[in-house]
């Protein structure tokens, strides 16, 4: 059974860093897109970033362009997204998602284009 499991969030000032993980089972990794996804009280759900099963491709929102980083370490079955330079509007639940729809730039962001889903890590960007 497909499982994801995200860790690394928590309290940072503006300007720090975090790293999450997202930890998949059940799945052959480098089969599956990986997205990861915001969502803060009273704004609609974000995608933030993907590592697409298509060239490798990786995907960002326009607002982290420059401050985030996604990878895959395949042997450990884990997608990373190397937070810098937070801002407060940062703030959110990140979930990350896993599908095996071949995932172009035009869907990536879309969360209806991601069947499995893991259960959040709290970042909130405070001083």
């Known amino acids: 059974q497909v499982q994801l499991v995200e860790s690394g969030g928590g309290l940072v000032q503006p300007g720090g860093s975090l790293r999450l993980s997202c930890v998949a089972s059940?799945?052959?990794?480098?089969?599956?897109?990986i997205g990861w996804f915001r969502q803060a009280p009273g704004k609609e759900r974000e995608g933030v970033s993907c590592?697409?099963?298509?060239?490798?491709?990786?995907y960002y929102a326009d607002s982290v362009k420059g401050r985030f980083t996604i990878s895959r370490d395949n042997a450990k079955n884990t997608v990373y997204l190397q937070m810098n330079n937070l801002k407060p509007e940062d703030t959110a639940l990140y979930h990350c998602?896993?599908?095996?729809?071949?995932?172009?730039?035009?869907?990536?962001?879309?969360?209806?284009?991601?069947?499995?889903w893991g259960q959040g890590t709290q970042v909130t960007v405070s001083s």
């Open positions: 059940g799945l052959t990794l480098d089969y599956y897109a």
């Open positions: 998602a896993a599908d095996l729809r071949l995932m172009y730039g035009g869907m990536w962001w879309s969360s209806h284009n991601y069947d499995y």
């Open positions: 590592t697409s099963n298509v060239d490798g491709t990786t």
